[in-house]
């Protein structure tokens, strides 16, 4: 698949230093030292719905370890998915009397469109789990020759026990692992399984389903969680840097992706860091497709807010957290962006050097964007209160707000 256009990163004087991020399998701050080419994956959207702002603050999360990146001077290799076949997907086309591949590509279309009006990085690699499917069938083959797969009624499943890192990712109690498991796409009480939590690789054909030809599997489709790993496996390989996500990805999903390609590889760790974005509310509960409680990217750019009030709104908070979206919210974005942009707007101004370091501190300590956007804030009220001197300070500031947080002034 393709992706969308990237937007211009400028370069900033001097340089940023090493990223410390919160890795949910260690439970701390850990300090990333990629090569020269840092590597992440990002599990991409299932795309039955059009993107909600939950979507573009965990997307917006990983652009800022990305920009946080490329200001040591790195390169970054992205990759990221699309989730093009799947159940929830299958049961909203039919709800909706849709063909499931035309309802997905409109609404990965739009997702484009969202991610390049937010000024989102692009993956330099957007692969969809049907593309990926000639991938995915040799790696549950080899799993499943190796032992560490066994099959049921014509499905195949990966067997937990294979691993013995499994667990590690989410720390969880088995107990707590098979209430998710059965919340989040997995089957614990089907009969015959080895273990509850095992989850599936490959889904033998169902009536009046999409399937594919699965070689020795027989025709049928990818498991969730594989798909991931053959796309991060093919072109990222073993211990990359993060994989991110948001939090209700923690278990079964990075748990299961993990174990798959360590048993797999024989390998440890399928990535050095996995990073988790908090979860954003409406109304006091999860914004989610299925609640369908949604503010939608795409619906406030008709409604006239300029997207960069949005990446505003979204960086207020700190990546982390679990909050809630409210027009509150919104309200302060827009106006803090006619601040910000006013104070910018003069041939010179306070001295940006501090500024910059500032902003470069509060993100490269596990990616404080409302620290960030403070230190922005205190610039553009001295430029307000009385000026500076500094010429050329408020363009060097515009560059460092666009380069490090994504936004346009
Ligand atoms: N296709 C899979 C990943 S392989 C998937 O989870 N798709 S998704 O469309 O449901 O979610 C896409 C991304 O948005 C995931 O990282 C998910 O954790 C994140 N996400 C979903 N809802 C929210 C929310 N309310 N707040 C923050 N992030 C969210
Ligand atoms: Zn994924």
């Given amino acids: 698949m393709y992706a969308w256009p990237a937007s211009e990163v400028p370069a900033l004087p001097g340089k940023g230093r090493d990223l410390r991020i919160h890795d949910t399998a260690s439970g701390g701050l850990v300090t990333l030292d990629p090569g020269p080419v840092a590597r992440i994956y990002v599990c991409g959207i299932t795309p039955y719905d059009a993107t909600h702002i939950g979507h573009a603050a965990t997307y917006n999360a990983f652009d800022l370890v990305q920009r946080v990146w490329l200001d040591t001077k790195r390169q970054v290799h992205y990759v990221q998915n699309v989730t093009d076949v799947d159940d929830p997907l299958l049961e909203r086309a039919k709800r909706d009397g849709k063909d499931w591949a035309d309802l997905a590509e409109s609404e990965t279309a739009l997702f484009r469109e969202d991610m390049t009006a937010l000024r989102l990085l692009p993956p330099q690699q957007y692969v969809g789990a049907v593309e990926a499917i000639p991938g995915i ?50 089957d614990p009480d089907r009969a015959g399984k080895k273990n509850p939590l095992d989850p599936m690789l490959w889904m033998a054909a169902r ?66 860091a996995y990073v988790h974005a908090g979860m954003v509310a409406l109304d006091g509960a999860k914004m989610s497709k299925s609640k369908g409680n949604l503010v939608f990217v795409s619906k406030l750019r008709r409604d006239g807010v300029d997207p960069a009030a949005i990446r505003l709104a979204l960086l207020s908070h700190h990546y982390r957290a679990d909050w809630e979206w409210t ?44 620290a960030a956007l403070a230190a922005v804030d205190r610039w553009a009220a001295r430029q307000t209160a009385d000026g500076g001197t500094d010429e050329g300070a408020p363009g060097v500031v515009s560059r460092a707000v666009d380069a490090l947080l994504g936004v346009a002034l």
């Fill in 137 to 186: 069938v040799p790696l549950v083959e080899r799993l499943r020759d190796m032992g560490a797969a066994y099959e049921l009624e014509g499905d195949v499943y990966f067997s937990v026990e294979s691993d013995p890192h499994f667990g590690e990712v989410s720390g969880l109690d088995a107990a707590a692992m098979r209430l998710l498991s059965a919340e989040r796409g997995g």
């Fill in 207 to 272: 009536e009046g389903e999409p399937s594919w030809d699965g070689a020795s599997l027989g025709r049928g489709r990818p498991g969730w969680h594989i798909e991931c790993v053959a796309i991060a496996l093919d072109h990222l390989g073993m211990g990359f840097d993060v994989q991110g996500g948001g939090s209700d990805l923690v278990f079964p999903h990075h748990e299961m992706g993990a174990s798959h390609a360590q048993a797999l590889t024989g390998e440890h760790p399928f990535a050095k």
């Fill in 327 to 370: 027009d509150q919210v919104l309200q302060d974005a827009v106006e803090r962006l006619a601040r910000w942009r006013a104070a910018v707007s003069r041939p010179d101004g306070p001295a940006a050097e501090t500024l910059i370091a500032e902003i470069r501190e509060a993100l490269a300590e596990d990616l404080d964007a409302p």
